[in-house]
């Protein structure tokens, strides 16, 4: 059975994108390999074995163009209001807090924030199928 290891996002600057992820997520530097013409830097922390990987392009001066295709990568926290709060704190400008409902009941709870790049993480109340 096939297992989700990783989720790959091109980055224009390493070590803005690491202090990003590292502050907002606690996911530090797993691993980093370099190559000639590009950077892969493995994320994760201990709360998952899931990493996102992020991938710099040498010589690249140009804001990647995310287009109308891409989604979101998603994570859970314990205390939704408590992150939210912080983030805001650290200056990392998080959406509000929607809930989402069906038929009166709760499905989930979350907001977005956007990383340096301009790529959206859902961040989910830890719950339901969202653990």
Do not use: W
Not at 49 to 76: I, M, Q
């Amino acid at each position: 059975m096939a297992k989700a290891i990783h989720s790959m996002i091109r980055v224009l600057e390493e070590a803005r994108s690491v202090d990003f992820y590292r502050h907002a997520f606690g996911l530090d530097v797993a691993d980093r390999l370099d190559f000639e013409t590009f950077t892969l830097i493995y994320l994760s922390n201990a709360e998952t074995g899931f990493e996102v990987e992020l991938t710099v392009n040498k010589g690249r001066r140009e804001p990647y163009v995310l287009g109308d295709g891409y989604g979101h990568l998603a994570v859970s926290v314990v205390d939704l209001d408590s992150e939210h709060d912080r983030l805001g704190a650290l200056g990392l400008n998080p959406k509000k807090i929607v809930e989402f409902n069906r038929d009166g009941s709760l499905i989930a709870r979350f907001f977005f924030i956007e990383d340096p790049d301009g790529y959206k993480i859902e961040v989910l109340q830890r719950g339901g199928r969202f653990k």
